[in-house]
């Protein structure tokens, strides 16, 4: 048996160790369930040492008892204080360290005694070196310091695939970091690193925290910074709420009896959207571009050099930061690797590597499709009621839950048509119709009713998608069995059969797509079957303008109405014309 070296992430917030074992990478559990050590130590009231979960938990009543964020003083020679006795930075990283070496003898029934540690590519040779002496006093021979975007690139396996050039974006919850490299050959060199040590989850945390306190300053004329406990429990709701926001279009931040003023409880309980929430965190994202494009040039590259982005850290699962990469460097960043363990993994490779194992893949179920439904929005410059929404974007490690919010768009709409596709292409009528289903019954409401649809991927492939009156609670749901097989030749006619079957077999306006990708799309069906679907939009916003037009204007609605389905069964030529003319009417009664 070769020997045992564990890889350690050693992180500002949180730690981790990995082992590889049979040729499988393994992030150990630190609890049941959980593999994340928060990177705290404190001393607790009987004087016992308190590492992870339960220093985190007393850190906010008594600061003058822990320590957290120890990274960011390694290499310095400034004792640290904690329960009135100095250590030194590297003292208390070695007491997470030996922890996590207990944690791993336990776990695989015998010593270590060897370990890769991670460090950040812009690390001092002195802050390397203290993490090396931290490692020594938790009883680790340090056999290697690695780069953390050094190890992320070895658990994506990105060295794998020829030379290329990765952006590795790092956002943990206290530090953030960019780091260009270069793969070829095995070989992983850093070439430039930009970052901000005191930005990450934790900001975002803060924004949610300022978000509860004005709201409770409003209600209930009450400071809640003036009672430490109260905000230790506020900053584990705000975490909570962010973290619900990664995946739910809202959240609510709620603690019962968080307070008490003349002797009546304080309830919190104040809902935030996720458009709210990344406004608020916005121009911490600007910053984090700002500092990409820094690390570029540090690297003498342009965007146009880079081949893949990996995601690193926590904080990498708001969705708005995979907007934004994607928006500004124009390619999906790959988030499939867990971001809180890739550090970790990729150290764990690392080590089975020197102890002369074979580097192992790290094995994770993704989905190989984007999963979507449509919604009106604009497309092209103009209002298109088939843009498609992306839920599931492909390569999303499953089994995984996703939820978006949509509106319905006229007053008084008693129901909506939820479609849901299987494909890439901006416009939904271009992917492929897995499903649909039709949620009735909604509150007489204006326009801008909340819905809010749930698409839940497992591993077995199974869809189920869910739409929900947000103020009513009110559900409807489709399961889709094989939504990862690819719907072509007769499992696609099978799909659509299925379909129909559930329509009732008639052939309406809205068919599901023929799975044309968008080369395709312009062959004379698709083409003719989208012109329907607008024209079966058009109408429909004619008839809700009626309601409202003078005699005149409602006599010529209803003609140009008449013209437009009349001409539905006709040639597309005629339909066009008629639609042109009721869409410069409507243009015209719209203003
Ligand atoms: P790390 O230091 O890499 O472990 O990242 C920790 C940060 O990631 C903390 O601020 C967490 O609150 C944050 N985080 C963890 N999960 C999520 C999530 N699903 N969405 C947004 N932030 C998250």
Do not use: W
Request: hydrophobic content about 40%.
């Amino acid at each position: 048996m070769t020997e045992i070296i564990v890889g350690i992430d050693l992180g500002t917030t949180n730690s981790e160790v990995a082992i590889v074992r049979q040729g499988r990478v393994e992030v150990i559990p630190v609890a049941p369930g959980v593999r994340i050590l928060p990177s705290l130590v404190g001393v607790a009231d009987d004087g016992s040492l308190l590492v992870g979960e339960a220093a985190r938990n007393q850190y906010a009543l008594h600061p003058e008892r822990s320590v957290r964020s120890i990274k960011r003083r390694m290499g310095e020679f400034t004792p640290v204080q904690m329960a009135g006795k100095d250590y030194s930075p590297q003292e208390i990283s070695a007491m997470i360290l030996r922890r996590l070496r207990d944690i791993a003898e336990a776990h695989l029934g015998q010593p270590v005694g060897k370990a890769v540690i991670t460090v950040p590519a812009y690390f001092s040779d002195a802050q390397r070196q203290a993490t090396r002496e931290a490692g020594e006093i938790a009883g680790l021979e340090v056999v290697r310091i690695i780069n953390e975007p050094t190890a992320a690139a070895l658990a994506y396996e990105s060295c794998h695939h020829g030379a290329r050039k990765a952006l590795v974006y790092d956002l943990g919850g206290g530090t953030f970091d960019v780091s260009v490299v270069n793969l070829e050959s095995d070989v992983v060199e850093v070439l430039a690193s930009h970052g901000n040590n005191h930005l990450g989850g934790d900001d975002f945390d803060q924004k949610l925290i300022a978000f509860a306190t004005d709201h409770l300053r409003e209600r209930h004329d009450i400071d809640v910074g003036q009672h430490p406990l109260a905000m230790a429990r506020l900053q584990h709701a705000a975490e909570a709420a962010k973290i619900i926001l990664s995946s739910e279009p809202y959240a609510t931040l709620s603690e019962e009896y968080l307070l008490e003023k003349d002797g009546v409880p304080i309830h919190l309980s104040v809902e935030v959207s996720r458009n709210e929430y990344e406004e608020m965190i916005e121009p911490y994202i600007a910053e984090t571009l700002d500092a990409v494009h820094i690390a570029l040039s540090g690297a003498g590259l342009t965007v146009a050099d880079i081949n893949e982005i990996l995601l690193v850290g926590g904080a990498t699962r708001t969705p708005l930061i995979q907007r934004r990469l994607e928006q500004e460097l124009g390619m999906q960043p790959r988030a499939e690797v867990d971001p809180d363990l890739c550090v970790a993994m990729g150290a764990a490779i690392q080590a089975a590597v020197i102890a002369g194992d074979q580097a192992p893949t790290v094995l994770i179920d993704v989905t190989p499709y984007t999963f979507g439904t449509s919604a009106l929005e604009y497309f092209n410059g103009q209002m298109y009621p088939f843009c498609f929404v992306p839920l599931i974007r492909k390569n999303t490690p499953i089994p995984v839950s996703k939820s978006e919010g949509f509106c319905t768009i006229f007053d008084g709409q008693s129901k909506v048509d939820i479609h849901v596709y299987q494909g890439e292409d901006p416009d939904a009528l271009n992917n492929i119709e897995i499903g649909r289903f039709t949620i009735e019954g909604l509150r007489d409401a204006p326009a801008g009713n909340p819905l809010v649809t749930t698409f839940s991927l497992d591993v077995n492939g199974i869809l189920q998608v869910t739409s929900r009156e947000k103020e009513t609670g009110l559900v409807h749901s489709i399961t889709i069995d094989n939504a990862i097989s690819r719907f072509t030749g007769d499992k696609l006619a099978e799909a659509r059969e299925r379909i129909d079957g559930l329509f009732g077999g008639q052939e309406d306006a809205v068919q599901p797509s023929s799975g044309a990708t968008s080369a395709e799309a312009s062959s004379p069906t698709d083409d003719g079957r989208r012109l329907r679907v607008e024209a079966g939009a058009l109408i429909e916003k004619a008839e809700r303008l009626l309601a409202k037009a003078g005699t005149e204007d409602a006599e010529d609605l209803v003609n140009g109405i008449e013209a437009v389905k009349d001409r539905t069964d006709g040639s597309d030529t005629d339909l066009k014309a008629a639609m042109d003319a009721l869409a410069d009417l409507l243009y015209y009664l719209d203003v």
